[in-house]
């Protein structure tokens, strides 16, 4: 038979683990806030240009949610890149299918790859079709590296730690 005391001392504990786990939670949405903070890019809708204004993270790199071929994924814009770069196990999940093969210079020395087309990327309302991208054998992680053979189209603005990328329709 549970006492008075008994069952205190449970919903005191009961308690505690629920305000840690909350607590939990709400440090992994800061930290992924810190990461990410375009987790939800929004757009600006004119007749002429669509926009998007990302806010550099805490690493001063501007990382995005978006999306490849209807399948979401994190964005690092990368103008120094010539393809978008999907990581080999991403690729895989997307179900993209690898073309021919090639080696790309990266920071951490060659790598193989593997050509393939994008039906579609987009970050909020920017969409892009039959976007040229590489399967990068060397890339470890989710994140795709958003180069040039997407951004070629569009006006990027960089000041006072936001990045605006405007599509012109």
Do not use: C
């Amino acid at each position: 038979m549970t006492t008075p005391s008994t069952f205190g001392k449970i919903f005191v504990n009961i308690s505690w683990i629920l305000l840690l786990v909350g607590l939990g939670y709400l440090f992994q949405q800061l930290l992924d806030h810190k990461a990410n903070p375009n987790q939800t890019p929004t757009s600006l809708r004119t007749d002429a240009f669509t926009e998007v204004v990302l806010t550099r993270n805490q690493h001063h790199h501007y990382v995005a949610n978006g999306y490849i071929n209807d399948f979401p994924v994190t964005f690092l814009v990368d103008t120094g890149a010539t393809n978008v770069s999907i990581g080999a196990g991403l690729a895989e999940r997307i179900g993209l299918e690898r073309g021919y093969q090639g080696i790309a210079l990266t920071a951490n020395g060659n790598t193989t790859t593997y050509a393939t087309t994008l039906s579609s990327l987009s970050i909020g309302d920017i969409r892009f079709e039959k976007v040229r991208a590489s399967i990068t054998m060397g890339m470890r992680g989710d994140e795709v590296l958003l180069g040039m053979s997407a951004l070629k189209d569009v006006e990027l603005t960089h000041k006072n730690g936001e990045l605006t990328i405007r599509q012109h329709n």
